[in-house]
């Protein structure tokens, strides 16, 4: 299809090219060709690793050995000044839709959206992504692994779906839809619907691999059916956000890496980046902050429980890689592998710091405002990074992992947020074997160049609707050159009031939030210290010369604000708490505020933020089942999972309530009577004290309105179960009891249905505040 216009997509049907006669015999057939690329368009490989700092990978210098991303390097290009947003949902949106975050409608994350068209986090139509793209030119297309871009609010079975990613143009999507998910109960979707892994932990599941399979399944068997047709693949594995999932005989390589400190580990990284060429000779290595403890300091016990906590990530990224290499190993044994470009990208932002300052292996109870103790942790050290644990490293790790640079994930107004290492290879395109590329680019550039080495254009129009024209500009003449003119000679970055802007070798920038303190708001933007670094000569951010050159500072807040406006940036917020509580479209459009609500059988995988809310409250749930074997066993309804939860299940005959307070607790109430064969009532009634947050409670368990038994349990969970989900028949993802194995299916039963009814919250206004501050803390570490 050479002349075709691929302005407009999809492309215009075709004229039939064939004779229509009165009848066959004097007519000719002719089948319309397919869309399809310009001949030599190439297949392409994306891979997204998730919170990498600039400084952990070997490949760049860091500790953690990556050996697929050095063979990769080694056969194409390092990027030492690539950029993301510092924050991984807007990192995202930016990477498939080749436009500033704020310009396609992600100024952050959907759990923090407000109504302001660049902070709804609803995507819209005028910024087609390159599935789409791709796609309507004849390309198959495919996204693996973690999706953060469709807004919380319609990730359930009510839909819409026009922003999952087969409503976004892939062909075929297979993962998650969150900040992040459980590597051995994940929580996942297969297109839109809800599936469950075809193997347990014990049997040696993990999600890494799973969808490491399923990627090269799709590649091949796509080649197969059509091997002439080119392949885009988006391959985003959850690795490394927390929780840090890594089997055993991954992290065990590690044993005593990490026990000289984070202070000793960043400054041989450094070394490593300088001999290297990495960075230039000439670097400096930033200084330790305040909020970073003296590893000297610390006791024995820290010392040995955060030399584990890194020691699991750094066999978590590891495994990461090795999965990458499986990869990209059957990627180039196929037999158009020269014409392949292969992008891997580590890291969406900067190592992330939202383990806080000592670690947790309970990642969900410390989110819920429960610390966990040093000496708690410590009792879990032989399982860190297994099934039963949420591990995240403490935030010098962090800092660590960010060498040479400053700051951390969220902090978009320095390097240690925004710059990430990238890989290039292309065997077709790109001749330059292991070289290094210092030139200034960002997210935004990927698309446009995927489009300039296909020969496409960037539409003007995609279902009728104009674009928006590309943010990004190709970087496909650094392949050639290392010396290659400057691609992008200006660029703003904004992230929580965080913000700084680049321009052709300078940058300022004005840091504003913390991010372990995003329940502080400071506002008065103008009061904020802006510093100039002029990065052409000071790689790091290491010498701030805004005092002897405050009219440059003047000038540079200039473009800034143009920039700001010209890409939607405003209006600034830095509220946390107060975005998080501010009300979000419903499911469906339903009443946000409601207290009934009725399921049937067959309902799964609800997403918590879906379901009954029934923390802080008193509430009932009845349930209709039919006993028709009269030997019903299995699992009725489950809400939450391993981190905490609840579950009414019928376990040797008799139904049961089982309450999960963080593993710490657990409430079991065990019917006196056994469940009658034939249809029955079983309610629960849940008696709640009351008089503030996570209070205690009594629950009454009612067969055909008899009582068969109670108890009491002294805390609640006031805040978020967890990552887990909401279902009906069976316990999905991570077990909320510990007395039976997921997912404990109902069998010899039929639910006909059930009704949940929540009584009034009754909270005061510092309770309601209090509330939403712990929905803040677990809804920050799941970016």
Same mark, same amino acid.
């Given at each position: 299809?050479?002349?075709?216009?691929?302005?407009?997509? /999809?492309?215009?049907?075709?004229?039939?090219?064939?004779?229509?006669?009165?009848?066959?015999?004097?007519?000719?057939?002719?089948?319309?060709?397919?869309?399809?690329?310009?001949?030599?368009?190439?297949?392409?490989?994306?891979?997204?690793?998730?919170?990498?700092?600039?400084?952990?990978?070997?490949?760049?210098?860091?500790?953690?050995?990556?050996?697929?991303?050095?063979?990769?390097?080694?056969?194409?290009?390092?990027?030492?000044?690539?950029?993301?947003?510092?924050?991984?949902?807007?990192?995202?949106?930016?990477?498939?839709?080749?436009?500033?975050?704020?310009?396609?409608?992600?100024?952050?994350?959907?759990?923090?959206?407000?109504?302001?068209?660049?902070?709804?986090?609803?995507?819209?139509?005028?910024?087609?992504?390159?599935?789409?793209?791709?796609?309507?030119?004849?390309?198959?297309?495919?996204?693996?692994?973690?999706?953060?871009?469709?807004?919380?609010?319609?990730?359930?079975?009510?839909?819409?779906?026009?922003?999952?990613?087969?409503?976004?143009?892939?062909?075929?999507?297979?993962?998650?839809?969150?900040?992040?998910?459980?590597?051995?109960? /994940?929580?996942?979707?297969?297109?839109?619907?809800?599936?469950?892994?075809?193997?347990?932990?014990?049997? $040696?599941?993990?999600?890494?691999?799973?969808?490491?399979?399923?990627?090269?399944?799709?590649?091949?068997?796509?080649?197969?059916?059509?091997?002439?047709?080119?392949?885009?693949?988006?391959?985003? /594995?959850?690795?490394?956000?927390?929780?840090?999932?890594?089997? !055993?005989?991954?992290?065990?390589?590690?044993?005593? *890496?990490?026990?000289?400190?984070?202070?000793?580990?960043?400054?041989?990284?450094?070394?490593?980046?300088?001999?290297?060429?990495?960075?230039?000779?000439?670097?400096?290595?930033?200084?330790?902050?305040?909020?970073?403890?003296?590893?000297?300091?610390?006791?024995?016990?820290?010392?040995?429980?955060?030399?584990?906590?890194?020691?699991?990530?750094?066999?978590?990224?590891?495994?990461?890689?090795?999965?990458?290499?499986?990869?990209?190993?059957?990627?180039?044994?196929?037999?158009?592998?020269?014409?392949?470009?292969?992008?891997?990208?580590?890291?969406?932002? $900067?190592?992330?710091?939202?383990?806080?300052?000592?670690?947790?292996?309970?990642?969900?109870?410390?989110?819920?405002?429960?610390?966990?103790?040093?000496?708690?942790?410590?009792?879990?050290?032989?399982?860190?990074?297994?099934?039963?644990?949420?591990?995240?490293?403490?935030?010098?790790?962090?800092?660590?992992?960010?060498?040479?640079?400053?700051?951390?994930?969220?902090?978009?107004?320095?390097?240690?947020?925004?710059?990430?290492?990238?890989?290039?290879?292309?065997?077709?395109?790109?001749?330059?074997?292991?070289?290094?590329?210092?030139?200034?680019?960002?997210?935004?550039?990927?698309?446009?160049?995927?489009?300039?080495?296909?020969?496409?254009?960037?539409?003007? =129009?995609?279902?009728?609707?104009?674009?928006?024209?590309?943010?990004?500009?190709?970087?496909?003449?650094?392949?050639?050159?290392?010396?290659?003119?400057?691609?992008?000679?200006?660029?703003?970055?904004?992230?929580?009031?965080?913000?700084?802007?680049?321009?052709?070798?300078?940058?300022?920038?004005?840091?504003?939030?913390?991010?372990?303190?995003?329940?502080?708001?400071?506002?008065?933007?103008?009061?904020?210290?802006?510093?100039?670094?002029?990065?052409?000569?000071?790689?790091?951010?290491?010498?701030?010369?805004?005092?002897?050159?405050?009219?440059?500072?003047?000038?540079?807040?200039?473009?800034?604000?143009? *920039?700001?406006?010209?890409?939607?940036?405003?209006?600034?917020?830095?509220?946390? !708490?107060?975005?998080?509580?501010?009300?979000?479209?419903?499911?469906?459009?339903?009443?946000?505020?409601?207290?009934?609500?009725?399921?049937?059988?067959?309902?799964?995988?609800?997403?918590?933020?879906?379901?009954?809310?029934?923390?802080?409250?008193? =509430?009932?749930?009845?349930?209709?089942?039919?006993?028709?074997?009269?030997?019903?066993?299995?699992?009725?309804?489950?809400?939450?999972?391993?981190?905490?939860?609840?579950?009414?299940?019928?376990?040797?005959?008799?139904?049961?309530? =089982?309450?999960?307070?963080?593993?710490?607790?657990?409430?079991?109430?065990?019917?006196?009577? /056994?469940?009658?064969?034939?249809?029955?009532?079983?309610?629960?009634?849940?008696?709640?004290?009351?008089?503030?947050?996570?209070?205690?409670?009594?629950?009454?368990?009612?067969?055909?309105?008899?009582?068969?038994?109670?108890?009491?349990?002294?805390?609640?969970?006031?805040?978020?179960?967890?990552?887990?989900?909401? $279902?009906?028949?069976?316990?999905?993802?991570?077990?909320?009891?510990?007395?039976?194995?997921?997912?404990?299916?109902?069998?010899?039963?039929?639910?006909?249905?059930?009704?949940?009814?929540?009584?009034?919250?009754?909270?005061?206004?510092?309770?309601?505040?209090?509330?939403?501050?712990?929905?803040?803390?677990?809804?920050?570490?799941?970016?």
């Amino acid at each position: 299809m050479p002349d075709i216009d691929r302005t407009h997509l /999809p492309l215009p049907e075709p004229a039939f090219t064939g004779k229509i006669g009165k009848t066959y015999q004097e007519s000719e057939s002719a089948w319309p060709p397919l869309p399809a690329p310009s001949t030599g368009a190439p297949n392409v490989l994306l891979i997204l690793l998730d919170d990498v700092g600039f400084g952990q990978a070997s490949t760049f210098g860091g500790p953690v050995p990556t050996p697929a991303l050095d063979r990769l390097a080694a056969e194409g290009l390092r990027y030492t000044r690539f950029h993301t947003t510092a924050i991984c949902g807007p990192s995202r949106a930016a990477l498939i839709t080749g436009r500033n975050h704020h310009n396609c409608g992600t100024g952050f994350l959907s759990e923090w959206a407000t109504g302001f068209p660049s902070y709804n986090n609803m995507m819209p139509q005028s910024t087609a992504t390159v599935g789409r793209i791709l796609k309507d030119n004849g390309y198959a297309t495919s996204w693996f692994g973690k999706n953060h871009n469709t807004p919380d609010w319609e990730s359930s079975v009510a839909g819409p779906f026009d922003r999952w990613p087969t409503g976004m143009g892939f062909d075929y999507f297979y993962g998650f839809i969150a900040g992040e998910t459980h590597q051995y109960y /994940p929580v996942l979707f297969e297109n839109t619907v809800a599936v469950e892994p075809d193997r347990s932990p014990e049997e $040696g599941y993990h999600f890494m691999e799973d969808m490491t399979d399923r990627a090269i399944n799709w590649i091949r068997y796509s080649k197969s059916v059509a091997p002439d047709k080119p392949y885009f693949c988006y391959f985003a /594995p959850g690795a490394a956000h927390a929780p840090h999932h890594a089997p !055993a005989e991954w992290r065990d390589k590690f044993k005593g *890496e990490f026990d000289h400190g984070w202070e000793k580990v960043r400054a041989e990284t450094y070394q490593r980046q300088l001999d290297k060429g990495i960075i230039p000779p000439a670097t400096a290595l930033t200084p330790k902050p305040d909020w970073v403890q003296d590893w000297d300091g610390l006791s024995a016990d820290e010392k040995k429980l955060f030399a584990r906590f890194m020691e699991n990530f750094a066999g978590y990224l590891a495994y990461a890689d090795d999965e990458c290499g499986r990869l990209i190993d059957a990627v180039q044994a196929m037999p158009d592998a020269d014409n392949t470009i292969i992008l891997y990208i580590v890291g969406d932002n $900067g190592a992330s710091s939202e383990g806080g300052m000592t670690g947790t292996v309970n990642e969900v109870m410390n989110l819920n405002g429960i610390p966990s103790s040093i000496a708690d942790n410590l009792e879990a050290y032989d399982k860190i990074g297994g099934r039963d644990t949420e591990p995240h490293y403490p935030l010098g790790w962090a800092w660590c992992g960010n060498a040479p640079f400053q700051w951390v994930k969220q902090v978009a107004s320095h390097f240690g947020g925004s710059r990430n290492p990238m890989v290039i290879s292309w065997p077709k395109g790109i001749t330059d074997k292991g070289g290094i590329r210092p030139q200034f680019c960002h997210l935004i550039d990927i698309v446009p160049t995927l489009l300039d080495a296909a020969g496409i254009p960037a539409p003007s =129009h995609v279902n009728g609707v104009t674009q928006k024209p590309m943010d990004g500009v190709s970087i496909r003449s650094t392949f050639a050159a290392a010396d290659a003119h400057a691609v992008r000679e200006r660029q703003y970055f904004e992230v929580f009031s965080n913000r700084a802007i680049y321009d052709r070798g300078w940058i300022a920038c004005a840091q504003h939030t913390l991010p372990w303190r995003q329940d502080f708001a400071p506002g008065h933007w103008e009061k904020d210290k802006w510093e100039l670094y002029h990065i052409d000569e000071d790689f790091s951010e290491a010498n701030d010369l805004a005092a002897q050159h405050p009219e440059k500072v003047e000038a540079m807040k200039r473009i800034f604000d143009e *920039e700001a406006e010209k890409y939607h940036v405003y209006p600034l917020d830095d509220r946390g !708490a107060g975005r998080l509580a501010e009300p979000k479209p419903s499911p469906g459009g339903a009443d946000p505020n409601r207290t009934e609500f009725t399921y049937y059988e067959g309902a799964a995988r609800l997403p918590e933020t879906a379901a009954p809310n029934t923390k802080n409250r008193s =509430h009932s749930i009845r349930i209709e089942i039919d006993n028709f074997s009269g030997t019903a066993e299995g699992v009725l309804l489950a809400a939450g999972g391993g981190s905490a939860g609840y579950a009414l299940y019928v376990q040797d005959g008799n139904p049961v309530y =089982h309450y999960n307070f963080f593993e710490k607790t657990r409430l079991n109430v065990v019917s006196s009577k /056994p469940l009658p064969k034939g249809k029955s009532l079983l309610e629960l009634a849940f008696a709640y004290d009351g008089g503030g947050l996570g209070k205690g409670g009594e629950a009454i368990l009612l067969l055909d309105g008899e009582e068969v038994g109670r108890g009491r349990i002294e805390r609640t969970v006031a805040g978020r179960f967890g990552i887990d989900t909401f $279902g009906l028949g069976a316990d999905s993802g991570s077990p909320v009891s510990d007395a039976y194995k997921p997912p404990f299916p109902l069998k010899g039963a039929r639910i006909g249905r059930v009704d949940i009814k929540l009584a009034p919250r009754n909270l005061s206004q510092s309770e309601e505040d209090e509330l939403q501050e712990r929905y803040l803390a677990f809804a920050q570490h799941i970016e």
